[in-house]
């Protein structure tokens, strides 16, 4: 124990190095254990084949003095064997197995023939007196009548002296092998190891100092490259919203004297960030994206504890950052009044499953029960605030509940639709009722740094809710959980579909159930092959995404645009069906704003036109349009926002998995 802390506290270099060399040091041991098995067993080989042969030249020389009893003649041919320094004695048996001539070197460390010969013909070895003797049998026969035996003992010590010999000449050359490739491992570590040193020197910097313009230095654009320059982005970003506060502050006090004024610039400033944050908005969540990917996958490649905790934080504050930057953009956003919200009769069911998809994993990951029941109604709204107001409440419960579950669902009353978001977590005193409404107002300041989020989150819900004229209530009861009530209208001439009051939550396991009993191992097996397209004009993106996709299990074809992809699946030179022979992916995930104003709702056509085939996909998009997001809606198309978190992407494909 005391051994692995001392080597978790070295270097990562040094641990690299470490675990280099011992990787080829096992290698080499292994490589000339096997040699030398090797060798030994092939000269033990030789010696048994050559032994047998002067055997059975002996018992052919031998076979006339036995039939006569000339005991003088056979022991001059035993004799001979003398010559090859090896043999340690030789011996002729008559066919009863007795004794008949021995020969015994007179320096042998052995004790000669016996004077009965135990031998069994099974393979014309004898059993071995010792270790180091091998002695082998031939029978004699002459025109075919068996008369007796041969038995030749050898000593086996020059073969130990052999295998001492490589043994000693491994080892030496074990240790310079491992000195060479020590001194290359350090070599070759170096442009690896430094750029992580210098990230954790400048995030121990930054965390001292509060300086936001230090940078870290990028050497190579690998993944430890592509994490620095994240990193840079991400210090950028802060840096960027740091000045602008400090700029907003400043302007604050100097105009404090005057009201009216004051109010004048900061809106006009309002309203000028809010441009700013919708025409950015899009670029913005380009490296966040990437920097998610990236960091998830990192984490699963690295094993050390230290730098996983790292890695852990940065995490988190990545995390933290995108939570910021999604919030500040709808206050931005949605700040407008009533005429702007536009409503239509929007499917219930379909909006809230949307929801309850997206948030499905989540709740597995706190191990709660999420439940969700919804008959089809249509209300009258506009579709994509009433799903921020449901999605804003849902994640609100799932974050401030440890144990328990979640349940989202609705009830007619009248011409109204009640949208309920129960939890059983651990409630919200009376005194704080009013305030949980507020910007930045949390119920217990320790949720800021321990759950995440900003107090933004029901201030976003309060100010959509006002928008769109609609009556949301709250009721809780400290340690039992909370209950959000949302009335919102029906549209005319609402039925609901009785068949679909269902909780969506049985039905899909009712479908997992009836999927696994027609399931066999070779569907299993292709499931498991399954193949992914992917369309995203971003190169770091997409890469990142093709990455993570390929750590999940699935092969990935990955394409820029339209034309590359063509290219590739209708090139006529590489297969009869004009396909390069390619498999039909199961899965197109497309980015929604692709280059030279292609979309990827075109680009999914082009696919699916190619192969001939309806293939299943979903769009992503970090666009802050919502005439886009809407003409995705209408053409069909499941989407997810970008930054996409691993954990929802994930749970996006196994729904179509499913």
């Known amino acids: 124990m005391l051994a692995f802390l001392r080597y978790q506290d070295l270097p990562i270099q040094r641990k690299l190095s470490i675990v280099v060399v011992i990787g080829i040091l096992s290698a080499i041991i292994v490589t000339v254990a096997n040699f030398i098995s090797f060798d030994r067993d092939n000269v033990k080989r030789d010696l048994v084949e050559e032994m047998r042969v002067l055997a059975r030249i002996t018992a052919a020389r031998s076979a006339v003095a036995v039939a006569f009893g000339d005991k003088a003649n056979a022991l001059e041919n035993v004799s001979a064997l003398a010559l090859r320094s090896t ?28 004077e009965v010969l135990d031998y069994d013909y099974a393979d014309g070895i004898l059993a071995n007196r010792s270790v180091q003797l091998l002695e082998v049998v031939e029978p004699m026969i ?12 050898s000593d086996l010590s020059p073969i130990s002296v052999r295998t001492k010999k490589w043994v000693s000449i491994s080892f030496y050359v074990t240790l310079a092998a491992l000195f060479i490739a020590y001194l ?4 070759l570590l170096r442009p690896v190891v430094q750029p992580i040193i210098g990230l954790s020197s400048v995030m121990d910097q930054v965390r001292k100092s509060n300086d936001l313009s230090l940078r870290a230095q990028a050497k190579g654009r690998d993944e430890v490259g592509l994490l620095v320059n994240s990193f840079n982005e991400m210090l950028q970003i802060v840096e960027n919203h740091n000045d602008d506060l400090e700029v907003l502050y400043r302007g604050l006090v100097e105009k404090s004297a005057e009201a009216e004024a004051t109010a004048a610039s900061l ?26 990917i990236f960091v998830d996958t990192l984490c699963n490649q690295v094993d050390d504890p230290d730098q996983l905790s790292i890695l852990d934080k940065l995490k988190q504050a990545m995390l933290n950052l995108n939570h910021l930057f999604t919030e500040i953009l709808d206050v931005s956003r949605y700040e407008f009044d009533v005429a702007k919200a536009t409503s239509q009769p929007t499917s219930i069911k379909n909006l809230l499953s949307k929801v309850y998809l997206e948030f499905e994993a989540l709740a597995a990951q706190k191990h709660l029960k999420l439940r969700f029941y919804t008959p089809d109604y249509k209300v009258l709204t506009h579709g994509a605030l009433l799903e921020r107001i449901i999605r804003n409440l849902l994640s609100n419960a799932i974050r401030y509940t440890d144990k328990g579950g979640v349940l989202l669902g609705c009830r007619r009353r009248g011409d109204l639709l009640v949208i309920e978001v129960w939890d059983t977590g651990r409630g919200i005193p009376e005194h704080n009722k009013a305030s949980i409404f507020s910007k930045y107002v949390q119920v217990d300041e320790k949720d800021r740094t321990e ?6 989150g029901l201030a976003i819900v309060k100010q959509f809710v006002d928008s769109l004229g609609y009556e949301l209530s709250v009721q ?10 949302l009335t919102v209208p029906l549209a005319p001439n609402t039925v609901a579909n009785k068949n679909l009051a269902r ?32 369309i995203d004009d971003m190169d770091v993106v997409r890469e990142a995404l093709k990455e993570t996709l390929e750590n999940w299990g699935y092969s990935v074809d990955d394409f820029a645009d339209i034309d590359s992809m063509r290219a590739f699946y209708t090139d006529s030179g590489n297969g009869s069906d004009g396909r390069r022979g390619s498999k039909i992916p199961f899965l197109i ?25 309806e293939i299943p996909a979903f769009i992503i998009s970090g666009t802050e349009s919502d005439a886009a997001w809407e003409r995705i809606k209408s053409m069909g198309f499941t989407s997810l926002k970008k930054p996409i978190k691993p954990a929802r992407l994930r749970a996006m494909i196994n729904h179509f998995v499913q």
């Not at 290359?184 to 070599?187: C, E, L, S």
């Not at 899909?508 to 499931?527: G, I, N, P, W, Y």
């Open 451 to 456: 759950r995440g989020g900003f107090g933004l």
């Open 589 to 613: 995930i497309s980015d929604y704003e692709l280059a030279d104003n292609v979309t990827g709702d075109q680009a999914i056509a082009v696919v699916r036109d190619i192969f001939q085939y």
């Open 267 to 292: 809106e006009l400033r309002n309203a000028h960030v809010k441009d700013q944050f919708g025409s950015a908005a899009h670029d913005l969540r380009q490296p966040l994206q990437a920097m998610a």
């Open 503 to 534: 909780e969506i939550s049985d039905q899909r396991v009712e479908r997992r159930q009836s999927s696994l009993k027609k399931a066999t191992f070779d569907s299993l097996q292709e499931q498991a092959q399954s193949h992914i397209l992917l």
């Open 142 to 153: 002459r025109k075919g009548k068996p008369l007796g035996f041969v038995l030749v003992g």
């Open 476 to 485: 809780s009861v400290v340690g039992r959980g909370t209950v959000f009530r």
């Open 87 to 114: 043999i340690q004695h030789a011996c002729i048996y008559t066919q009863e197995q007795q004794l008949f001539a021995a020969y015994l070197r007179k320096d042998s460390l052995f004790s000669g023939c016996p």
């Open 184 to 187: 290359i491992t350090r070599r």
